[in-house]
């Protein structure tokens, strides 16, 4: 067995959409319900890691991992240009002091494939305008903390 330097962190990873379930307000929710995709099965309700992260992470935990990386889909927190969700922001609050109580180091991946279907509509990264949040910055006005 190879030796692992001290501190070195055994863990896993998921994406919000593969885990989460019902992420209809992502592009991918859209490409895998477009006809014709060959999408083989929708995502739907994945595994309802939405609900049911507690037990998710004390599953991760319990042979010992130390770790674990998770994304969050930028759709639930801004649903629409400019609009902020408060209780989308309390979720991931939730979710990452879950991760803390059952000691896995948490990390964050900010954006993982996923973009809320309404930038996706806009023309996505190459939009003139991709986010409200950088335009929000830019008139003076602040997104949301998550802290």
């Known amino acids: 067995?190879?030796?692992?330097p001290e501190g070195f962190l055994f863990g896993s990873s998921t994406a919000a959409h593969q885990v989460e379930g019902s992420n209809v307000g992502n592009d991918w929710w859209a490409w895998e319900h477009a006809a014709g995709t060959p999408a083989v099965e929708p995502s739907g309700d994945a595994i309802d890691q939405l609900h049911r992260y507690d037990e998710d992470f004390a599953l991760l935990a319990s042979p010992g991992q130390q770790a674990h990386r998770i994304s969050i889909e930028w759709w639930r927190i801004e649903p629409a240009p400019g609009e902020w969700s408060s209780?989308?922001?309390?979720?991931?609050?939730?979710?990452?002091a879950s991760l803390a109580e059952n000691k896995l180091t948490a990390f964050v991946t900010l954006n993982h494939f996923t973009l809320p279907r309404w930038l996706d509509e806009r023309g996505s990264w190459l939009a003139p305008t991709r986010s409200s949040a950088s335009s929000?910055?830019?008139?003076?006005?602040?997104?949301?903390?998550?802290?």
């Open 1 to 4: 067995m190879r030796d692992f």
């Open 87 to 96: 209780s989308a922001l309390e979720h991931y609050r939730r979710v990452l």
């Open 136 to 147: 929000a910055t830019a008139s003076g006005s602040q997104a949301p903390s998550a802290t």
